[in-house]
């Protein structure tokens, strides 16, 4: 690899370089965008929509909840573009709990003025927001670059940001900005870059948990009332105690479906023989609904993901030029259906900080402050919340009874 000469990103105002366009970094580019800054955003993988095959896209969950928190902040950005997502999610007003027997499924409403949370195409989602950006005078997106250090987050210099860019033959490339944005995700070069060069400090902690994506079809039967087998507003859970399903819907009459399960369990079905039997002996109506030969497929092809909390402070370099957002900054296990929503709340309360102090670096150190008591909170809530939804929902004795044989 060479070096090639630093690109200087200025143009006439304050320049913002944003690292990872994942959900979180591109709802902070439009953000930026839309107070005039004149914003780059790097990220690693290729442009998605150019890549036709899902499982190239390296998506780690088709679906997600946006709820309340998200869209406020998403609203905060761009009402219209807000709007138009909005038309694409299906709502769900509470959740649908299916026992044992795969006979019996009981409704528990969220609230009861019909609070709901609703399920959204990540894909959709993502595409959605890079589509706003191509938009944007001010706003370029530069894929196939791969952060690979910081430099100047300590001293008064403007910071810098190198890239490998694996389209031009792997050359390093160099960027300066006024300020930079880390939301390059769970596994962020930013923070360790970060860490590196600040007193920034960071803690990662896997849970011992895996997470199998599986699939429930549309209804095909052209007679059929609904092309969805279950009722679509509702977030799905099968209770099992230590492992769980979930299931969210789509807009296609289709659902995703979860298994969350301690690593000893899945591992324990050596074969896909082996895992169709647990699957039947405890999820019986999902069962069909997947389907057998799907089943098999997932258990020998999907990937199994693991999943981990992160915690980091400050979020803000000592310069006050650089910042850490997203799951980059607070990566959280998947139970609270949050992750997504507090990097778009990020996203928010970063803008409103400049706002009201009208001076990004103060803005930035006091973004740390203000931020961290809330996202530890809600680190903590999304744990207990696998006990809440693999447990506490089921008030009903011979679930409990019948799965402790498992457990
Ligand atoms: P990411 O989505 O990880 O994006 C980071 C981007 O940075 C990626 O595009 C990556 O390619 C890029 N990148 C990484 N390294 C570099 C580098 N060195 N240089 C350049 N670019 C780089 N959240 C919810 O709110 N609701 C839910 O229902 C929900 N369900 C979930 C279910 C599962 C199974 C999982 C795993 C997570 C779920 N989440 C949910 C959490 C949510 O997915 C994350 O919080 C969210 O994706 C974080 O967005 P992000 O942009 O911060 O990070």
């Not at 006979?103 to 959204?120: A, D, F, H, R, V």
């Not at 927001?129 to 100047?152: A, P, S, Y």
């Not at 324990?268 to 609904?289: G, I, M, R």
Request: hydrophobic share 35%; charged share 25%.
């Amino acid at each position: 690899p060479t070096m090639v000469n630093s690109h200087d990103s200025s143009s006439q105002g304050e320049t913002v370089g944003i690292v990872g366009a994942g959900l979180v970094g591109c709802l902070a580019a439009l953000a930026f965008a839309k107070k005039g800054y004149s914003v780059t955003l790097f990220e690693l993988r290729s442009d998605p929509r150019t890549v036709k095959d899902r499982s190239q896209k390296n998506l780690r969950s088709i679906n997600l909840a946006i709820s309340n928190r998200g869209i406020r902040a998403m609203k905060y950005v761009d009402e219209e573009i807000t709007d138009r997502v909005l038309e694409y999610i299906v709502p769900m007003k509470g959740r649908m709990i299916h026992d044992l027997t795969g006979t019996k499924q009981e409704s528990q409403l969220y609230g009861l003025y019909g609070e709901c949370i609703n399920s959204i195409d990540r894909g959709f989602l993502n595409e959605c927001l890079l589509n706003e950006l191509d938009m944007q005078e001010n706003v370029r997106v530069l894929f196939d670059h791969k952060l690979i250090r910081l430099n100047d987050i300590t001293t008064e210099v403007k910071p810098s940001m190198v890239f490998l860019d694996s389209k031009q033959h792997n050359e390093f490339k160099t960027f300066k900005f006024d300020y930079i944005v880390g939301a390059d995700g769970a596994h962020s070069q930013f923070r360790y870059q970060m860490s590196r060069f600040s007193r920034l400090n960071y803690s990662q902690n896997y849970v011992d948990m895996q997470y199998l994506e599986l699939y429930i079809p549309p209804n095909e039967d052209p007679e059929a009332v609904s092309r969805f087998h279950i009722n679509p507003n509702h977030l799905h859970i099968w209770p099992r105690h230590n492992y769980m399903l979930i299931a969210l819907a789509n807009k296609d009459g289709s659902f995703t479906s979860t298994f969350f399960s301690p690593w000893s369990v899945i591992e324990s079905l050596k074969t896909s023989e082996e895992f169709l039997t647990f699957f039947q002996e405890n999820f019986p109506d999902a069962y069909d609904l997947i389907g057998e030969e799907a089943l098999a497929t997932a258990y020998e092809k999907n990937p199994r993901g693991s999943l981990m909390q992160v915690s980091a402070y400050p979020y803000h370099s000592p310069n006050g030029r650089a910042i850490l957002i997203g799951d980059a900054a607070h990566s959280m296990v998947p139970f609270y259906g949050q992750g997504m929503n507090c990097g778009f709340e990020d996203v928010r309360v970063l803008m409103e900080l400049i706002e009201e102090t009208e001076d990004i670096q103060a803005a930035f150190i006091k973004y740390s402050d203000v931020r961290k008591k809330d996202l530890d909170a809600i680190c903590k809530l999304a744990l207990e919340n696998f006990y809440e939804m693999s447990t506490k929902v089921t008030s009903i004795g011979y679930l409990i009874k019948k799965n402790l044989d498992y457990t």
